[in-house]
């Protein structure tokens, strides 16, 4: 069974610092997507990695992946306010078709 | 263009009913999933349907069912409602099955009495 662990599941950071949020999991996949969420809305997706290796960063957001490693960070730049959120790691195994097996959560809040 | 859809947003139903959630895909969108949040078990994958056929299946109850129509459409339907139901349901739609982002709609929040 796929099992995904974040860490931290909460962090608390002032504005301007650094950050990253880690996933691992337990089965090979190349596939890992991470979302963000408000308290009360739904999921909006920030990254896809579909390989070994693979980087994206959007503003302050920056995530990788390293399949042999079965990891995935999140790093977050010099951070502000608006970062405030949950944010999910979340792993589809690739045996078939799409079923996300999502991470814990990352509790992010990020005080002035 | 318009993102998915589910309908209704908020629901309260007494334990022992049964409740219908709907989610409209994007556009041209032909995967759709779904996915139950609660405080307690985090975000756990339901089922997901692909042309009509449920592709995949988590570990819930039978109790728990979908369907999916010739327009990709999708139904959700709980059984026997009982107070762990409880949840923030989530659909998802990505274009074809695999690797595709999933986009989810804004969900269907549940309160069983």
């Known amino acids: 069974e796929l099992k995904v662990e974040q860490n931290p599941l909460f962090l608390s950071m002032q504005e301007g610092k650094n950050y990253t949020i880690y996933c691992n999991y337990s089965?090979?996949?190349?596939?890992l997507y991470w979302y963000r969420q408000d308290p009360g809305k739904s999921l909006e997706s920030l990254f896809v990695?579909?390989?070994?290796?693979a980087v994206k960063q959007e503003g302050r957001l920056m995530a990788s992946l390293d399949t042999k490693a079965r990891l995935s960070t999140l790093h977050i730049t010099a951070a502000v306010h608006d970062l405030s959120a949950t944010y999910f790691c979340?792993?589809?195994?690739?045996?078939?078709?799409?079923?996300?097996?999502f991470g814990e959560g990352t509790q992010l809040t990020v005080n002035p | 263009k318009a993102g998915v859809t589910q309908t209704p947003r908020y629901l309260i139903k007494t334990r022992g009913q049964q409740v219908t959630l709907s989610c409209s895909p994007i556009s041209g969108h032909r995967s759709v999933s779904w996915y139950q949040q609660t405080p307690g078990q985090g975000l756990q994958f339901l089922f997901e349907?692909?042309?009509?056929?449920?592709?995949n299946k988590g570990n819930f109850p039978g109790r728990f069912s979908g369907r999916q129509f010739s327009n990709s459409r999708s139904e959700m339907n709980v059984s026997t409602l009982e107070l762990g139901d409880s949840a923030l349901y989530l659909c998802?739609?990505?274009?074809?099955?695999?690797?595709?982002?999933?986009?989810f709609g804004p969900g269907t929040r549940l309160t069983v009495t």
């Open positions: 998802a739609s990505s274009l074809v099955r695999g690797r595709y982002e999933q986009y």
């Open positions: 990695l579909l390989s070994n290796g």
């Open positions: 349907y692909f042309s009509e056929t449920q592709r």
């Open positions: 979340a792993v589809d195994p690739g045996t078939s078709g799409s079923r996300l097996t």
């Open positions: 089965t090979t996949s190349d596939r």
